[in-house]
């Protein structure tokens, strides 16, 4: 009996006709002839929600609903929840699940309504976005049911906590995976060119035309064919790639409820995919005062678990990053050639200028690829249209920073390290093609 209670609620009719009950037998104290109808009208309410308690109580297990997680989230994209209600009962009932979804997405008003017809199986979806990295727990999932004359509701309670980690985004990453592997490469930018090389990679032999180095001849093949034959060769294909993430207070600005390092770490995810793909080797690391997370370069296929691992596990604090130190790191670390891809951020020229002795001394010794953020809030202040002075005084502040953020982009260009100044939201897609374009201009 006592659980009984517990499942049961009461729904808003029965306190609406209870209402109108207490105020009719307020009026029966004026006018006495209500008295026995209102009387009937609450034992007419009585055997109704009696009948009612009996349609929902009649059985324990007609009602089975289970929760179907992923096996992780991808952070910063819609990820599906499923939810699985089986209706075992012989009468049409009503559903209202609420999920007890984990705190960080901050909804308390969560709540799904559904019909479900007798001896029926239904699934219903919903999508979480989460926007930070970490551990999910996922608590109770209830479920109220109320039958067609829904004067109660029996709440039933199924599956227990759930923890659920959230990863950098595995669902872009196969989603550039399908771009940048994709045969018609003009639609993104991307375009693959193939060179004649002159290393030990061997490709076929062919006839002798003039401008073939004629080291290559191929004796015996020119004796055989009675003509000049040469050995072709191809461009070895495996590079060296290393993305380095600042996690400094700059990569803090929040953009459509990502930081701009979740953004860096996502991108970094899907590049590392794609270049492993292309057969090179890629390596990681994080700094801002100190050196973290670092993953020496390999081109095994493996890598991939290995720095979606090390990206997982990637903390923050609000500390100036030291260029310095990194420099210093990647010169006793990094000794061949390689791309160095560095995610940071630059608000002024100023700003640059302090660190731009650190980034030309990088390039010297390897391919330096600097990406940054633009101000797309910014952006959008300038194509507002002014209405008063107010308005006119941000819109030229707006076109200032705006202006630096091209000037950063010129003086990176003037002493030799390449650049990529992107809004938060085509981070990878741009990151991307500028890496295969590297690669295909054999700039390594």
């Not at 609000?318 to 006793?332: N, W």
Request: glycine share 4%; hydrophobic share 40%.
């Amino acid at each position: 009996m006592f659980k009984l209670f517990k499942q049961l609620y009461l729904q808003k009719p029965v306190y609406i006709v209870l209402g109108c009950i207490i105020a009719l037998f307020v009026l029966a104290f004026i006018f006495p002839i209500l008295y026995n109808v209102v009387w009937g009208i609450f034992l007419l309410l009585f055997v109704t929600v009696l009948v009612d308690i009996t349609l929902l109580f009649t059985k324990k297990d007609n009602i089975n609903a289970v929760r179907i997680l992923p096996e992780k989230l991808s952070n910063g994209d819609d990820n599906v929840i499923y939810i699985s209600v089986e209706n075992k009962y012989n009468i049409t009932i009503h559903c209202t699940i609420i999920d007890e979804i984990p705190f960080q997405f901050q909804k308390r008003d969560f709540e799904i309504n559904r019909t479900i017809p007798s001896k029926e199986l239904k699934t219903i979806s919903y999508n979480l976005r989460p926007t930070e990295r970490g551990e999910y727990i996922f608590g109770k999932l209830n479920v109220y049911i109320s039958s067609p004359l829904k004067l109660i509701s029996r709440r039933l309670i199924f599956c227990d906590q759930a923890n659920l980690a959230t990863y950098p985004s595995f669902i872009q990453m196969k989603k550039y995976d399908l771009i940048a592997f994709s045969k018609n490469k003009y639609a993104y930018g991307m375009k693959k060119i193939r060179k004649i090389g002159n290393t030990t990679e061997f490709e076929q032999i062919k006839e002798y035309v003039l401008g073939d180095d004629i080291r290559n001849i191929n004796w015996k093949a020119t004796a055989k064919s009675n003509q000049l034959m040469v050995n072709q060769f191809q461009d070895e294909n495996t590079e060296t790639i290393y993305n380095i993430i600042d996690r400094g207070r700059v990569m803090q600005m929040p953009f459509k409820g990502l930081s701009l390092l979740d953004y860096a770490i996502n991108s970094t995810l899907a590049l590392s995919n794609v270049i492993l793909k292309k057969n090179d080797r890629v390596g990681l690391m994080t700094f801002n005062e100190n050196i973290t997370n670092q993953l020496p370069a390999e081109g095994k296929i493996s890598q991939l678990q290995k720095v979606m691992e090390q990206l997982y596990r990637v903390q923050t604090n609000f500390v100036e990053s030291d260029f310095g130190k990194l420099y210093a790191h990647i010169r006793h670390k990094i000794t061949h050639r390689s791309l160095i891809i560095l995610y940071t951020n630059f608000e002024s020229l100023s700003s640059l200028n302090r660190q731009l002795p650190y980034l030309r001394a990088i390039a010297k010794n390897h391919v330096l690829l600097v990406v940054f953020f633009e101000n797309t809030e910014l952006t959008k202040l300038t194509q507002k249209k002014a209405k008063n002075s107010d308005d006119i005084f941000d819109k030229v502040i707006a076109e200032k920073f705006n202006f630096e953020k091209r000037l950063i982009v010129n003086e990176l260009t003037k002493y030799g390290i390449q650049s990529i100044l992107t809004a938060p939201e085509d981070l990878s897609i741009n990151t991307i093609n500028k890496y295969l374009q590297i690669k295909a201009k054999g700039s390594l």
